[in-house]
């Protein structure tokens, strides 16, 4: 697979096949793969806290936001939610900017996962003081993102904005998730 092509897969999966759960040592290779990415300054401030049994994903989803632009739908449900979770976080002690880290760290674990044939979604938008107490995670470590990772159970479709160049993500009839992109004609400035 080319490159474009893996990064046309590693779409923002929100539904997962969630019996299919993801061993450790899977989440392990997909961390060993970005904690070999550039790091400003070389500095390294990122790790990492996997979560892949069942009890330790249901206790994480409550505290996570699904696909702000779908207003009325709450997020996965039973059997969609996600199999495993990668907290992404800071070593404050190390530095206290790694935003730009944690963005090619993750974007690396989605592509390595798309490989695969999981699917990912990076939450943001998450309860990051209910996560940091509910797993215990010292006060030195800043919360960055949380990755759901799974089986993809969901299918996605990218297509060209239309003209009016709205980009808001919708789901058809069909419950087919579709994603509007930008014409590079349109992000390319200049000749």
Not at 85 to 90: D, P, R
Not at 170 to 177: E, G, I, K
């Given at each position: 697979?080319?490159?474009?092509?893996?990064?046309?897969?590693a779409?923002?999966?929100r539904?997962?096949a969630?019996?299919?759960r993801?061993?450790?040592?899977?989440?392990?290779?997909?961390v060993?793969?970005?904690r070999?990415?550039?790091?400003?300054?070389?500095?390294?401030p990122?790790?990492?806290?996997?979560?892949?049994?069942?009890e330790?994903?249901?206790?994480?989803?409550?505290?996570?936001?699904?696909?702000?632009?779908?207003?009325?739908?709450?997020?996965?449900?039973?059997?969609e939610?996600?199999?495993a979770?990668?907290?992404?976080?800071?070593d404050?002690?190390?530095?206290?900017?790694?935003?730009?880290?944690?963005?090619?760290?993750?974007?690396?674990?989605?592509?390595?996962?798309a490989e695969?044939?999981?699917?990912?979604c990076?939450?943001?938008?998450?309860?990051?003081?209910?996560?940091q107490?509910e797993f215990?995670v010292p006060e030195?470590?800043?919360?960055?993102?949380v990755?759901?990772?799974?089986?993809p159970?969901?299918k996605?479709?990218?297509?060209?904005?239309?003209?009016?160049?709205d980009?808001t993500?919708?789901?058809?009839?069909?419950?087919?998730?579709?994603?509007?992109?930008?014409m590079?004609?349109?992000?390319?400035?200049?000749?």
């Open positions: 697979m080319s490159l474009e092509e893996l990064v046309v897969k779409r923002s999966y539904r997962f969630e019996p299919q993801l061993e450790r040592k899977t989440l392990e290779f997909l060993n793969v970005a070999r990415v550039p790091s400003a300054g070389n500095r390294q990122l790790r990492y806290l996997l979560l892949h049994e069942a330790a994903c249901a206790r994480m989803f409550p505290y996570l936001r699904w696909a702000g632009a779908l207003k009325d739908w709450g997020g996965p449900k039973e059997g939610r996600p199999a979770y990668i907290i992404v976080l800071t404050t002690d190390v530095s206290r900017e790694a935003e730009c880290d944690a963005g090619i760290a993750a974007q690396t674990i989605q592509l390595a996962a695969r044939g999981f699917g990912m990076m939450l943001g938008a998450i309860e990051r003081p209910k996560i107490a215990k030195r470590y800043q919360i960055v993102l990755l759901a990772l799974g089986v159970a969901e996605i479709v990218l297509e060209e904005a239309p003209a009016s160049g980009v993500y919708y789901r058809d009839a069909h419950d087919v998730h579709h994603v509007p992109k930008r590079l004609k349109d992000i390319v400035l200049g000749d």
